[in-house]
């Protein structure tokens, strides 16, 4: 059995190092104790997104132990540029005993060289103890640990693994440990010297996580039975309330996946890093296990429907794919696929309609929902000009783009109103649906007001969040759509 214990230099001042202590040295766990997460599922994720091939390389070391496996990954995922979140409060704590002489030590089942990297990210543990060809875990790390320091040391850990070390240690620290756990290391009758909770993953947190303030983006499915005024047929009705439920699943799941994927950038981010899976309050495995079992259970759904609906489900899962794995990087074709997804909404409506597709609507929503994500690009290269960030370089674009994007995105607000107004006069006034169809003449107009507006805010760098989240708070907004939902019956 082969365990790595090497000494880093630099971690703490030299004075510091050799002040004695009538204390025991404190030795602390990685994963899900100093860090909010798991060093091996951060792994596993990194690989998934931007290595594939790498998990396949990694498989078979799974024949040879877990450590085999973690020295697999290692070795071709480097966390060094990850940010992995901290346990804060248990961080200050031990900042605060290094400060008063205590010697810290990390010790992890996790790979060496990612111990490493965290212990010189945090900077006051006299040496770092990672896993090599073993897996330095329960029994195993509480028998590496007493020849280790055979004076005694305190245990700082979480997980029901710990309670061997914790038996050989001379005192105990709480960090992140369930009840259970938690009674269980009382019972040992060590002294308990800290405790550190989880800040538990709130209602509000988990619908955030799912991204239920989106939901409404999935209207558009209804858009379809609405032209076509079919709310009077109940099957009709009822597939696309189901067909609905299949997308909610769908939608929620690939924000899981995508929020996944960009794990690095978002912990990066001011914001973004308080998210539930980047700030590790939702752990990574059950996030993965939460999406996949969304999206197999949208798919059941979608078969049981619709093939046509299914297809177009797969479409749009595929895209939402591709743009999570890279595509979201690649500049101006990144808001194309934006408006495609959208499109794809309506496609969904019409398999269920089981009617021929409208060339002008689908057009129509191409333009319209490409010139809103251009929207939402520019406000963020206007925002980054303003305050010299370099935040646009994981997207891909760059300050110097703005001229652009706002042409882009206007060119097509403006293509979009002309293919509308196509669509009224070529196919909605020639129905024998409206009573009063010059009324359907206005909607273009108060769609003009709206989307003018919305690039007024986003020239200016005052586009909060993307244009439809924006539009659903927005009072002018709200008094434009019902405007025209008023139009719209008024024409029947």
């Given amino acids: ?121 945090v900077g006051i543990f006299v040496s770092a ?19 280790t320091f055979p004076d005694g040391f305190v245990y700082v850990g979480d997980s029901r693994a710990d309670l061997a070390v914790w038996k050989a240690a001379e005192g105990v620290v709480l960090a992140g440990a369930s009840p259970g756990v938690a009674k269980a290391a009382r019972g040992l009758g060590k002294p308990v010297e800290a405790e550190f909770s989880n800040h538990p993953l709130g209602l509000k947190d988990s619908l955030k996580a799912l991204r239920v303030h989106h939901w409404s983006k999935n209207a558009l499915i209804f858009v379809p039975l609405v032209l076509a005024h079919a709310w009077g047929d109940f099957a009709v009705v009822r597939d696309t309330i189901l067909g609905l439920i299949c997308l909610l699943m769908v939608t929620s799941s690939t924000y899981l996946l995508n929020d996944l994927a960009d794990l690095s950038a978002d912990r990066k981010h001011w914001s973004k890093r308080n998210r539930a899976l980047a700030s590790g309050r939702l752990p990574i495995a059950s996030g993965l296990l939460l999406a996949c079992s969304g999206l197999i259970a949208a798919f059941i759904g979608s078969l049981l429907l619709s093939p046509y609906f299914t297809l177009a489900v797969a479409a749009y899962l595929t895209l939402t794919l591709a743009y999570s794995f890279g595509l979201k990087r690649v500049p101006i074709l990144d808001t194309l696929i934006i408006g495609i997804l959208f499109t794809t909404r309506l496609i969904m409506g019409i398999a269920l309609l089981r009617v021929p597709a409208s060339a002008w609507l689908l057009t129509f929503s191409v333009f319209f929902f490409f010139s809103l994500a251009m929207a939402k690009r520019h406000t963020e290269i206007v925002r980054a000009s303003s305050s010299g960030s370099h935040s646009l370089a994981s997207r891909g674009y760059l300050i110097e783009d703005e001229p652009l994007t706002l042409a882009l ?30 009324l359907l003449a206005g909607i273009p107009v108060f769609l003009a007001i709206w989307i003018g507006r919305i690039w007024l805010l986003a020239h200016r760098g005052r586009m909060n969040d993307d244009p439809v989240s924006f539009a659903l708070r927005d009072r002018p907004s709200i008094l434009l759509g019902v405007l025209i939902a008023v139009l719209f019956v008024a024409a029947l």
């Fill in 1 to 121: 059995m082969e365990l790595v214990y090497r000494k880093l230099d630099g971690e703490i001042s030299p004075d510091a190092a050799n002040v004695h202590s009538a204390r025991y040295p404190l030795v602390v766990d990685l994963d899900k104790t100093l860090i909010l997460t798991d060093t091996l599922h951060e792994q596993v994720v990194a690989a998934i997104f931007t290595k594939p091939a790498v998990l396949a390389f990694a498989a078979p070391s799974v024949l040879r132990g877990r450590a085999a496996l973690k020295a697999s990954l290692a070795s071709k995922v480097d966390l060094a540029s990850t940010v992995l979140p901290l346990r804060e409060d248990l961080v200050k704590w031990l900042r605060e005993q290094a400060a008063a002489g205590r010697e810290i030590h990390l010790c992890s089942a996790a790979n060496q060289a990612v111990v490493e990297n965290v212990s010189r990210r």
């Fill in 129 to 147: 103890i990672g896993s090599a060809t073993a897996n330095l875990k329960g029994r195993v790390k509480a028998e590496h640990l007493a020849r």
């Fill in 409 to 438: 995105g206007v060119a097509s607000a403006v293509a979009s109103l002309l293919i509308m107004v196509l669509f009224i006069v070529e196919e909605m006034l020639p129905g024998p649906f409206y009573s009063h169809p010059q």
